[in-house]
């Protein structure tokens, strides 16, 4: 059994808006949200998405502070008329809304941070729920909406709905607020993470290890969870950094007397992107891509995080055969002889890449994403990942579950751990 | 005033996982859910994400039954130990778990699909709440969990977390008991979209067309989100397909004899990658990208979709300036002269992408995606986008606020729509 749930504070989310709840955007502050409260070690209890209407911000609010001391929302207060938010929050608490001077200067900062000058024709941001309290916002335009009350001490934050304002406005503007009120109540919340691949979730606990789970039991909370790459099981815990150090080496050692340790590929949470790049970057190795089915989604990862330019060269995106042998030197011979997606042309589209970037590595990817394309061979699923050093060149073929959109995710994570083994000189020629 | 909500079907969602609010991982099955019940005209009243705990499913499941009709569940039903789902939605109904051959032979099936045998050793599918219904999982192994309570017309369905097995076992297993059990009951919904490009939401509705938003609630509800490109402005309504159109092609005059219509690029849903993909099909048209900035995800959203590769020719991704000069023959005078972010480079490495990949029409991306890298004369997230055909070339410039990822994303937007406007001719030489 998990152990009892630490007394720590208890936060409730609720994202407010039509657009989300009718398919037209998906949300990201929730995903944002719970990484960020994780960290700062507060309890995330739940997130209720509800359409913008006055009944159903009263029963969600209802829900969340019965649940939780601290409910944030995000949504519904910028300056269109679909923004039934502010009103009902104020008639939650029975306040009025009157015109406050104090919140038309925090508009006008607001603005003054983009050039702009804001008057009170502009929109109605300065009239605001009497006793509340509003909030710079650090990206936008609209003022955070806060209110604590202190007779029941709860805590109301309300936020913007697009996320560059909502992650900002919280960590700068609703996370001091927080601390203020609820001073001496933080605690730290940890996890220790086993990432592992080429084996299936039923295999590790019904086969492989069927004691293990109960073993890590014994740390903290179990739980597991397929990822692009594989399976990863987390145990998580309260406690300091010397408690958290101490469960991991034991928890590492477990893992690695076990049937499971030649799948484990990380003892972490980081994503296999940051990895490459700081391996590279500390190595001071550059490397270069070679996409065929990923369609570039690999570069993409690589230059989602800054600093890419200083380790990563680029890529060719060589969808068509004829972008293979034209950018990439991939001979027509091997191309008509073994095909697009083959041992053959993906190792020549490393070493093609390589070349053609002067890099120190290069990896490439070619396979049948789907829906359509595959043979009785060469199924639907199937990858050839390419690798092309100074010392090594070859390829692996896997075959990968999902729709089209899933198998390019896996794909690409999949070259980017293969690119990660091959600067680690972990990968030793067939 | 909106028009008075339609007597339709509510659903309401459970996610349930602690992975999801410990930010593990994010959902994917609740934007899907939501564009799916959007389309069978079914209400969708709300979503709550929640712990794996017989407490929180009690309390979700009570709001959601109290405002739906149907209650969807996504999440615990693996068959590891952290599921404690089935055994919390028996004891809801008061049903107890026994052991069950009818479910063991859908789980049989479930495992023959991957070609796997599945023993009552396996794990406990076969065991199942009494009088509940177990359905196929046409990606999966867990059986699906379905309750029909005939006293309360309230019906429950329980399906994976996995967003592949979840959307399955959604469109094949569900909606048939939807519909057998409240058949008669559906109604359709709508929505008009006018999707803008250039102009700032506040301006739309305070300078440019301040009684637009009331002329639009004429027709249905009205609601308005910043979207990649610009701001979408969208009408939802109940009807049939004949009053949607009808509706569509006035709001379409209303507009268009507006102050927006300049900045109005689609009538419509259709996500830009689509629109190019389709533009370029229908008029047999081949095209290539030259990325820098962006990195790949320009050419990653063309290839999310299948067909992307018979009028797709492929990309270069030029990181490094020599890749820029060695792959795409940017002169290094124009690199040194000008700068990688700059009207004439961003010109030459259209012109090189649409030589190299012999392409009827390439798009080039050169910019500053940050949070560093900008300068007084070129600040961050200033993009220039190069476009090249048989009778023209150029660049634009555009500057667009965000965090990195934010900006990659409007940047490669921005370029597919660039690339459209270049293939429907519309780009007329500076």
Known sequence: MAPTKSSSLNVSMIVIGDEILSGRTSDLNGNWLAKFLFKTGLNFKAIRFIQDDQNEIFKALNSSFEESEIVITSGGIGPTLDDKTKNSLASYFNKKIIERDDVAEIVTKNYIQFGRTWTKEHNNYHFFP????????????????????????????????????????????????????????????????????????????FELCPTLWQELENFGKVSSLPHTIGIDIIVSYYG???????????????????????????????????????????????????????????????????????????????????????????????????????IETATEMAIGARDQFKADFAVSISGIAGPGGGTVQKPTGTVVIGYASKNINGARSFIFPGD??????????????TLLELMQNRITQD
Not at 191 to 198: A, D, E, H, L, Y
């Open 130 to 205: 009497e006793d509340f309290t509003a909030t710079n916002n650090p990206r936008g335009l609209a003022p955070g909406i806060t209110y604590f009350d202190h007779t029941k001490n709860k805590l109301l934050l309300a936020g913007p709905g697009v996320p560059r304002e909502f992650t900002q406005i919280v960590e700068q503007e609703f996370l001091p607020i927080i601390k203020h009120n609820f001073s001496n109540r933080f605690q730290e919340n940890f996890q220790t993470v086993i990432r592992t691949k080429g084996v299936a979730e039923e295999k590790i606990f």
């Open 240 to 342: 300091n950094l010397d408690e958290h150090n101490l469960k991991l080496k034991k928890i590492r050692s477990i893992i690695e007397l076990s049937q499971l340790a030649t799948h484990v590929w990380q003892y972490g949470n980081k994503p296999i992107n940051e990895m490459v790049l700081e391996y590279a970057n500390e190595n001071k190795f550059l490397f270069a891509f070679a996409e065929s089915c990923t369609g570039g989604l690999v570069s993409s990862k690589i230059t989602d995080l800054s600093g890419a330019s200083s380790t990563f060269l680029g890529g060719v995106i060589s969808y068509a055969n004829s972008a293979k042998s034209h950018l990439l030197n991939v001979q027509d011979d091997t191309l008509n002889k073994f095909g697009a997606v083959s």
């Open 404 to 417: 089209r959109i899933r198998r390019k995710e896996r794909f690409a994570d999949m070259a980017l751990l």
